[in-house]
């Protein structure tokens, strides 16, 4: 089912040798940031705030590790694209998945505690190694470079403010 061109995740070992271009990495298995449509998603599809979530879709692999993947499209009419991918690993071995991401990555453009951040041309990639509330679990998120809010999100688990409102106490007027 998944195409075997998303070297990552499957961890094929097709030019391994080879250095990385900058760039190449904006998808997993079928599902590409920005060109998949809401409409060619499959699992189950439901509305989430500005966006529609999917899940129920196939597991996938980072290195040996098994994942669960779930989509999010920038809208809710058949023709909105993708503008996330979350692979989630459950009883996550840490070491096992970074090592797995860096040898198909290569080196992190970031690293801010428990996240590493490698920032494509078409994609930003942030693996929370743990995630923050659970010290057993790892997730790793494909981000269209234009989810800015949801990229600064995922770096510090602080959601910013909407563009043009308040600061947090305040209101718009002072």
């Given at each position: 089912m998944q195409r075997l061109v998303w070297l990552l995740v499957l961890g094929l070992g097709l030019g391994l040798g080879c250095e990385r271009k900058r760039g190449e990495i904006h998808g997993v298995g079928d599902y590409v940031i920005g060109e998949t449509m809401l409409k060619q998603s499959g699992g189950v599809c439901q509305p989430h705030r500005a966006q529609t979530w999917c899940t129920g879709l196939s597991?996938?692999?980072?290195?040996?590790?098994?994942?669960?993947?779930?989509?999010?499209?920038?809208?809710?009419?058949?023709?909105?694209?993708?503008?996330?991918?979350?692979?989630?690993?459950?009883?996550?071995?840490?070491?096992?998945?970074?090592?797995?991401?860096?040898?198909?990555?290569?080196?992190?453009?970031?690293?801010?505690?428990?996240?590493?951040?490698?920032?494509?041309?078409?994609?930003?990639?942030?693996?929370?190694?743990?995630?923050?509330?659970?010290?057993?679990?790892?997730?790793?998120?494909?981000?269209?470079?234009?989810?800015?809010?949801?990229?600064?999100?995922?770096?510090?688990?602080v959601m910013p403010p909407k563009e043009g409102a308040a600061p947090a106490g305040k209101s718009k007027a002072e």
């Open positions: 597991n996938l692999k980072i290195g040996e590790q098994s994942a669960s993947a779930d989509l999010y499209f920038g809208g809710h009419e058949p023709g909105s694209t993708l503008v996330e991918i979350l692979l989630g690993i459950r009883r996550c071995n840490v070491a096992s998945a970074r090592s797995a991401l860096e040898h198909q990555l290569g080196k992190p453009d970031e690293v801010l505690d428990k996240r590493v951040v490698w920032t494509f041309k078409k994609t930003v990639i942030v693996a929370r190694l743990p995630v923050d509330n659970s010290p057993t679990d790892c997730e790793v998120s494909f981000v269209h470079p234009g989810e800015t809010r949801t990229i600064e999100y995922l770096k510090t688990g």
